[in-house]
């Protein structure tokens, strides 16, 4: 008998603020990262906001939450992941009153979820730091980003604790390795950022994720607190143990952050890693005590495993590899060469439940995919089997990981309505169930129009899996 998924599921989707909401100077909002990274991660940030940013106006869902949310209730959707833009709260980030602009609009979407019935979960911080905080300390290098974000995690929590079980507090922590501006507000060029100043920072952002969960013990009884990581499951290019060691170093990168919001702690191998690059942290007793306000639920997004290799001549990086890692010579890749693994999320969930034994919640997985607008039964559509074919598998080996005996909570698949890339700030990477008629350079009339796939996830949750 094939084991299906457990009873109470969390289906759904997710998003992040800066790439759906738009309105980006409306309702008192401050500038974030975002608002000056019109090409995501591929150019250097502008000085100020400037209008070919398609984040400006994204995909409008600050005017037109209401529809969407509709969508997504049609679909079944039992939860729904979007992240509160932290600068419509505290437009500078520094100040000491939260805006009740900004706290007013997130009411309304969260009146609309529970008018459908759907469990809000949400990221805190979604690589939206707000642009001040990124200016004028040098992002998370500064260690009164604590004060500032556990400031902002109070008014949430003051405001929403009733209404929001579910939160996570730094979308995808892992990446500041890679993406120390987008993930971590640190202005240093990447070359110039000295290891020292990146492990401080992620320091920071740790006790400040500890500090979240401790205030969310002390101010929402009966609410779940959870880390987010990018999952990244490493494999050695070959079976020379020289490549499964370093292998086990890459995959190390990432264990460190679930190991410390899991364990409490700095694990050996990062210590030794300290010890072996001459860093030196400054960690108080109180961190120290901070650190102990573990997580109840690891989440994660999964969209492709990578290579090792300890040879130098055979370490080469793929289009897609931009979290670094070798690309798997037998995996095929999308067309923007994320390579394709669903056997690889069967991995990351048996690897993560038997590693931290803590409830898990895949909270993004998708495939960016060029989609064309057609004409089916007189309705406008999109045909986009490829991304059924996608997500079924990755269901499937979902499936697999529950029968192996993973405590699976739910399932939210990335982009759930088209959105704006984080790595490309492209339109045209679109992942979701519902098509928005916006291109890259702006034009469109911003209908929303549902996919092949709409139909299909809909019937996935209908079933709770079982039709897959
Ligand atoms: C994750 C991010 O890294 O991947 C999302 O949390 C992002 O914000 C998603 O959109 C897909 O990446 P991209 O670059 O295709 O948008």
Redesign the pocket.
Known sequence: MTTTFPEGFLWGG?T?AN?IEGAYNEGGKGLSIQDVMPK??TEIPTEGPTPENLKQVAIDFYHRYAEDIALFADMGFKVFRFSIAWSRIFPLGDEETPSAEGLAFYSRVLDELEKHGIEPLVTIS??ETPLHLARKYNGWTNRELIGFYERYCSALFEHFGGRVKYWLTF??IN?VIHEPFMSGGIPTPKDQLTKQDLYQAIHHELVASARASKLARELMPGAQVGC?I?ALPTYPLTPDPSDVVAAMLTAQDSYAFGDIHCRGEYPGYLLRYFRDNGIELEITAQDREDLKNTVDFVSF?Y?MSICETADPAKKTKGPGN?MGGVPNPTLKASE?G?QIDPQGLRVALNDYWDRWQKPLFIV?N?L?AVDKLVEVDGEKTVVDDYRIGYLNDHLVQAREAVADGVQLMGYTS??CID??????AQMS?R?GFIYVDRNDDGTGSMERYPKKSYGWYKEVIATNGASL
């Open positions: 997710a992040a790439q995501g991660i979604h690589y979308n995808e990446s987010m990018l997004s969209y931009i923007w994320w993004e998708g960016g990335w982009g959105l704006v890339s984080a790595s490309t990477k992942y």
